[in-house]
C-alpha cells in the first residue's frame, strides 16, 4: 500500500521536474545525516569510548558483499546524473562532475559508516539508524529527513529503468513520447519486480549487493578497462593493454565471488 501511494506514485508522471525542488531538500538531509554521525562520535566516543565488540580488521569473502554494496552506491551517482539534467557533451566537464560525485558518495556513506561501527561494534545494524533510540530528537529528525530521500530517489533512479524498458520494448528511449497504453506497459515492468523484492526481503542489503555485484561490478570494474582499449585502440604488445585486461579479469572474478555472497544472503534472509 504504501508504495503505491508513494514511491510508485512518483513514477507515472511524464514531467518530473517536481524532483528538481526536491533535490535541495535531499542535499540538506543528506548534510544533516552526515553531521548528526559526526555529532554522536564528537559527543559519545570520547565518554563510552570504542564498543568492546569492534573488531580491528577481518578478511574473508564476505567483503565482496560489502564491495558489492559500496560499489553499487557510487555508480548510482553516474547514472543518474545524465538522466537528472542533461549534460554539457564536454568529457572534462563530466568527469569533473562524476569526480566531484564519487567523492562525495564516498565521505557521506563511509565516514558515517564507520562512526556506527565503532559506536555499535557487532550489535549494528543494516540500516544504522535504527540503532538509535526512538526517542532521539535529533535521529527523529533525521529518519524523517532520509525517508524524504529514499521516496524521491526511488523514481529519480526508475527513469533509467524505464529508458531501458521503453527501448527494449517499443524501440524508443523517450518513454514520455510514449502513449498510455505502451507506457503502462513500462510502468508495470519497472515497478513489479522492485515491489515484489520488497514483498519478501525483510530488509533491502541483500537486493543492494546482488544488483551492485551484478550491475555495479560490471560497470565500475569490468566495462571501464575494456572501454578504454577500444576508445585508445591500443595494441596487444602495449603494457597497458594486459594491464586493462588484468583489471578486466578482476573484475570478473570479484563480480562472480561477490554475487555469490550475495544470493546466500538473500537466502539466509529469507530463511528467517
Not at 529519480?156 to 523517450?174: A, F, M, P
Request: net charge positive.
Amino acid at each position: 500500500v504504501y508504495a503505491f501511494v508513494l514511491p510508485i506514485a512518483m513514477t507515472i508522471p511524464r514531467n518530473m521536474t517536481f524532483l528538481g525542488y526536491i533535490s535541495f531538500f535531499c542535499f540538506v538531509a543528506l548534510i544533516l545525516y552526515f553531521g548528526g554521525m559526526c555529532y554522536k562520535a564528537i559527543a559519545v566516543l570520547p565518554k563510552q569510548g570504542i564498543n568492546p565488540s569492534v573488531e580491528t580488521c577481518t578478511f574473508n569473502l564476505g567483503i565482496f558483499n560489502a564491495l558489492a554494496v559500496h560499489v553499487l552506491c557510487y555508480s548510482l551517482t553516474g547514472v543518474i546524473i545524465p538522466i537528472v539534467k542533461n549534460m554539457v557533451p564536454s568529457v572534462h566537464k563530466r568527469f569533473v562532475a562524476f569526480g566531484i560525485s564519487f567523492f562525495s558518495a564516498c565521505l557521506v556513506i563511509i565516514i558515517p559508516s564507520v562512526i556506527g561501527y565503532l559506536l555499535f561494534g557487532a550489535e549494528s545494524q543494516a540500516l544504522i539508524l535504527n540503532n538509535f533510540d526512538d526517542s532521539d530528537p535529533l535521529f527523529i529528525i533525521i529518519r524523517a529527513a532520509i525517508f524524504v530521500v529514499l521516496v524521491t530517489s526511488y523514481p529519480v533512479i526508475g527513469l533509467s529503468v524505464l529508458t531501458v524498458v521503453s527501448n527494449l520494448l517499443y524501440k524508443s528511449e523517450d518513454h514520455q513520447a510514449l502513449p498510455w497504453s505502451k507506457r503502462a506497459v513500462c510502468l508495470t515492468i519497472e515497478n513489479g519486480l522492485p515491489l515484489i523484492i520488497a514483498l519478501f526481503l525483510p530488509n533491502a542489503r541483500p537486493a543492494l549487493a546482488i544488483g551492485g555485484a551484478l550491475g555495479g561490478g560490471v560497470t565500475n570494474f569490468i566495462l571501464p578497462p575494456l572501454i578504454y582499449i577500444k576508445i585508445n585502440n591500443t595494441k596487444p604488445k602495449q603494457p597497458i593493454t594486459w594491464a586493462m585486461i588484468a583489471f578486466c579479469v578482476f573484475g570478473v572474478i570479484a563480480s562472480a565471488i561477490a554475487t555469490y555472497e550475495a544470493v546466500i544472503d538473500a537466502i539466509e534472509q529469507l530463511s528467517k
